[in-house]
């Protein structure tokens, strides 16, 4: 009996799909937190008991980059530079600030690129979001995201240090 949960452990350590599943956790201060789960090298999001599913792209000049109906994200390997932007997949990116340092929460990230994502149509009835900006450092991965959509604006952050930082 010990033998056979030993070697169980040992595969279930071994197995890639199991190793390289995450949890990011962002909270809001109304509604439900928002998790990006990566699991078995794919990403997907949970709101609730809702989970939708991404498409990730394979340019390898992006560290991370997925497009779901909830939020898509393009993040150049080389950091870029204010006002510089890009177009991927029917969404239009360009960087609107960059903040040299930022406490939040007692957590201080530094060289944080804001990076709004624009979208071009619809995406499975997701119309109502106008646009995203990503709050993404290339130490502490993408620390949170604001998306505005017809009623308002919503602003996730991160519940760790880092958040997810690049595609599995």
């Known amino acids: 009996m010990i033998a ?5 452990a040992v595969l279930v350590l071994q197995s890639p799909s199991w190793a390289n599943d995450s949890v990011y956790t962002y909270h809001s201060m109304v509604g439900q937190p928002m998790q990006i789960l990566v699991e078995g090298g794919s990403i997907s999001f949970r709101s ?3 989970v939708e599913s991404s498409t990730e792209c394979l340019e390898s000049d992006y560290v991370l980059c997925f497009f779901s109906p909830v939020v898509d994200a393009a993040i150049p390997a080389d950091p870029p530079f204010l006002n510089d932007a890009w177009e991927l997949n029917g969404t239009r990116f360009e960087v609107i600030t960059h903040v040299p340092s930022l406490t939040l929460l007692g957590s201080t990230y530094k060289d944080i ?3 709004r994502a624009t979208r071009s149509g619809v995406r499975r009835g997701y119309a109502a979001v106008r646009y995203t ?3 993404y450092s290339y130490e502490n991965g993408l620390i949170g ?3 505005a959509h017809l009623n308002g ?8 240090y880092s958040g997810i930082v690049e595609n599995p």
């Open 4 to 8: 056979r949960l030993l070697a169980l």
């Open 48 to 50: 609730a008991d809702v």
């Open 113 to 115: 690129h804001v990076i």
């Open 133 to 135: 900006d990503l709050y």
């Open 145 to 147: 995201f604001l998306y």
């Open 153 to 160: 604006e919503a602003i996730f952050l991160s519940s760790g």
